[in-house]
């Protein structure tokens, strides 16, 4: 769990670029051979697809930056904005790159008259993908997306070799709620934080897993739209229901919070639980609409496509 990937001299570049890259890459291939199975236009896919990882990454840096600015506000100027921008050291909203993804494909799909859910659709599996690859990164990483104390049997011990996490989660937290270090010990001549937590991050990798092989189903589907809603609506069930439910987050409305040695490590409710709530009754009140329309996409017979209601 070391979270660089390659060191040349002073110049390194991280797991978690690799990854969430990898990630893209294999999301950017199947988009783009379901683009052309489907008769879209690929050329103009793979521009959106360009612009929606390079704004997809901004709007992903400025929320987390927003939600998380206690981790920059005591760094001076300009060490701060070298910090803002510095992805390599992890910390994203997935939300965040979804909102400046989608912003990118409304502009598209407005200027050139184009159905927006049948190329929002294409994007679901990519998005699955870029969530493995940024979870799996997380864990290279080590401080990022790190779960609550937990008693229960899942609890999982980081190696004394991770030396990220241990050194991230031994320094003080003003916040009593996130404050890891009353658990550390020093142990070989190094701090090691010794409690068990919950392995929220493998959390997240399994909750891609899930959406990768879903969204397979999903686009089965001959209604745009669908594959794009039930993704929002898997996502911010597992995401709420399950990953968030047990990071170490903080929790603006707190309701909720049980964790330590003997307790199972819950907290409610954080940001992202409150985000998920609307986004959940949404999508469902969308997927009951796009259930009731005519189909939007033609039935391929004998290797070519029959035209169908709605085309």
């Known amino acids: 769990m070391d979270p660089v990937f390659l060191q040349i001299g002073n110049f390194t570049i991280a797991w978690y670029g690799v990854l969430i890259t990898l990630g893209i ?101 990519g998005v699955a993908f870029g969530i493995i690859g940024g979870r799996i990164g997380n864990i290279m990483n080590g401080t990022d997306t790190v779960g609550r104390v937990t008693g229960w049997p899942i609890g999982y011990h980081w190696p004394a070799s991770a030396r990220a996490f241990h050194e991230g989660m ?13 658990y550390c010990q020093e142990i070989g001549g190094q701090l090691v934080m010794t409690a068990p937590v919950h392995f929220t991050q493998l959390y997240g990798v399994i909750i891609g897993i899930i959406l990768a092989v879903a969204s397979y189903f999903w686009l089965r589907s001959r209604k745009a739209g669908w594959a794009f809603w039930q993704f929002w609506l ?36 954080t ?12 999508s469902i009140w969308m997927l009951v609409r796009i259930r009731n329309q005519p189909d939007t996409r033609p039935e391929v017979r004998d290797g070519q496509p029959g035209e169908t209601a709605g085309r």
Not at 28 to 43: F, I, M, P
Not at 45 to 53: A, E, G, K, T
Not at 170 to 182: A, G, R
């Open 25 to 125: 890459v294999a999301g950017v291939w199947v988009g783009t051979r379901l683009a052309r199975e489907r008769g879209l236009n690929v050329g103009l896919f793979n521009d959106m697809i360009l612009w929606m990882i390079i704004w997809g990454l901004v709007g992903a840096r400025l929320l987390f930056v927003v939600t998380s600015w206690h981790q920059f506000a005591g760094i001076p100027f300009p060490r701060v904005l070298l910090d803002i921008i510095n992805l390599r050291a992890g910390g994203i909203s997935i939300h965040g790159g979804l909102i400046g993804g989608i912003l990118v494909l409304i502009y598209y799909t407005r200027r050139y008259k184009l159905n927006f859910y049948q190329y929002a659709d294409l994007c679901v599996p």
């Open 170 to 182: 031994c320094i003080p937290n003003p916040n009593p709620d996130m404050d890891l270090s009353k």
């Open 234 to 269: 898997w996502y911010s069930i597992l995401r709420a229901g399950w990953e968030e439910t047990f990071r170490l987050n903080p929790l603006p409305l707190k309701t909720y919070l049980s964790q330590g040695l003997h307790e199972p490590g819950i907290g409610l409710w």
């Open 271 to 282: 940001e992202t639980h409150l985000i998920s709530i609307p986004l959940i009754l949404i």
